[in-house]
Structure formats: structure tokens, C-alpha cells
């Protein structure tokens, strides 16, 4: 009897111990699964920091080349105005013919000079009149927005009030027929 008991929990335990390991090895296999997943997504975010940073310097590079070849664009600018300033060729040719005086000269110089910077001028001022009209108008139209929204309250507080007086009223006259 006592062998018999005890093959008897033997059994059980077999058959507990093959129960629960299914349980138990499913959990295993989706827990390796999880991990799995994880070392994927683990995986990806590096590819992706990886991807980013080379996608940063290479931005970087184009900024530098841009502003390298910018600044040796205007260099090249600056240069070239001085050389013909130098040269005299900024004001009309720099040749003069032998029959012009020194003051013709002076005063065909300064008219060159002031029909280039007036026409500079003119434009400079056009962009800046532009640019405030433009500025005029948002500010208007933020002065006029604030303007007609403190109306609006005024005018809702007093219609509220005269909507509340014309009830008082109202009801004061009902009590009153009825009575």
C-alpha cells in the first residue's frame, strides 16, 4: 500500500510536472521571441542613429561648400568692383578725350555717380516702402482685430446687462398682471 501510494504521487507529479512544462515552455519560447524582437528594434535605432549622423554631416559638408563658394562668389565681386575703380572704368570708360577739361570731367563723374547710386537708391527705398507697407498693413490689421474685440466685450457686457434688466422687468410685470 505504501508502494502503491507512493507510485500513485509519482503519477501525479509525472503528469503535473508535463503539464505545467508546456505552460512553461511556451512562456520560454515567447520570451525569446520578446528578445528577439528587441535585439531587432535594438538593432534598427543604431542603423537609424547611424543613417542620421552620416545625413548630418553630409548637410554639414554642403553648408561649408555653400559658404565657402559664397564667400569667394563675393571675394571675386569685391575684387573685380576694385579693379575697375582703379582702372576708372566703373565711371564710364576711364578714356578721356583731350578736348574735356578737368571740371567737365568732375562733373560728368559725379552725374555717372549719381544716376547709378540714385537709381540704387530709388530701388533700395521702393523695397524698404514695400517692405513697411506690408509691416503698416499686419499691424493695422492686429490694431483692428484688438480695437474690434474689445467692442465686441463692451458690447456683450452692456447687451448682457440690458438683457438681464429687460427679464427683471419682464418678470416684474407678469407678477404684477397677475396679481
Same mark, same amino acid.
Given at each position: 500500500?505504501?508502494?502503491?501510494?507512493?507510485?500513485?504521487?509519482?503519477?501525479?507529479?509525472?503528469?503535473?510536472?508535463?503539464?505545467? %512544462?508546456?505552460?512553461?515552455?511556451?512562456?520560454?519560447?515567447?520570451?525569446?521571441?520578446?528578445?528577439?524582437?528587441?535585439?531587432?528594434?535594438?538593432?534598427?535605432?543604431?542603423?537609424?542613429?547611424?543613417?542620421?549622423?552620416?545625413?548630418?554631416?553630409?548637410?554639414?559638408?554642403?553648408?561649408?561648400?555653400?559658404?565657402?563658394?559664397? %564667400?569667394?562668389?563675393?571675394?571675386?565681386?569685391?575684387?573685380?568692383?576694385?579693379?575697375?575703380?582703379?582702372?576708372?572704368?566703373?565711371?564710364?570708360?576711364?578714356?578721356?578725350?583731350?578736348?574735356?577739361?578737368?571740371?567737365?570731367?568732375?562733373?560728368?563723374?559725379?552725374?555717372?555717380?549719381?544716376?547709378?547710386?540714385?537709381?540704387?537708391?530709388?530701388?533700395?527705398?521702393?523695397?524698404?516702402?514695400?517692405?513697411?507697407?506690408?509691416?503698416?498693413?499686419?499691424?493695422?490689421?492686429?490694431?483692428?482685430?484688438?480695437?474690434?474685440?474689445?467692442?465686441?466685450?463692451?458690447?456683450?457686457? =452692456?447687451?448682457?446687462?440690458?438683457?438681464? =434688466?429687460?427679464?427683471?422687468?419682464?418678470?416684474?410685470?407678469?407678477?404684477?398682471?397677475?396679481?
Amino acid at each position: 500500500s505504501e508502494m502503491e501510494s507512493l507510485e500513485h504521487q509519482c503519477r501525479r507529479l509525472a503528469t503535473s510536472t508535463s503539464a505545467e %512544462s508546456a505552460p512553461t515552455e511556451s512562456l520560454l519560447g515567447q520570451m525569446q521571441d520578446v528578445q528577439l524582437d528587441f535585439q531587432r528594434l535594438s538593432q534598427d535605432l543604431r542603423d537609424e542613429r547611424n543613417e542620421r549622423c552620416r545625413s548630418l554631416a553630409d548637410v554639414n559638408r554642403l553648408v561649408e561648400s555653400v559658404a565657402m563658394s559664397t %564667400s569667394a562668389t563675393i571675394q571675386d565681386a569685391e575684387q573685380r568692383l576694385s579693379t575697375q575703380i582703379s582702372k576708372g572704368g566703373f565711371f564710364g570708360g576711364g578714356s578721356t578725350s583731350p578736348g574735356l577739361h578737368r571740371q567737365d570731367l568732375d562733373v560728368s563723374v559725379s552725374g555717372d555717380v549719381r544716376s547709378s547710386l540714385g537709381s540704387g537708391f530709388a530701388k533700395m527705398v521702393g523695397e524698404m516702402d514695400a517692405e513697411l507697407r506690408v509691416e503698416m498693413n499686419a499691424r493695422l490689421r492686429l490694431m483692428t482685430a484688438d480695437v474690434r474685440s474689445d467692442i465686441l466685450k463692451d458690447v456683450s457686457v =452692456r447687451i448682457a446687462t440690458a438683457e438681464a =434688466r429687460c427679464g427683471a422687468i419682464e418678470a416684474d410685470l407678469n407678477a404684477k398682471f397677475h396679481s
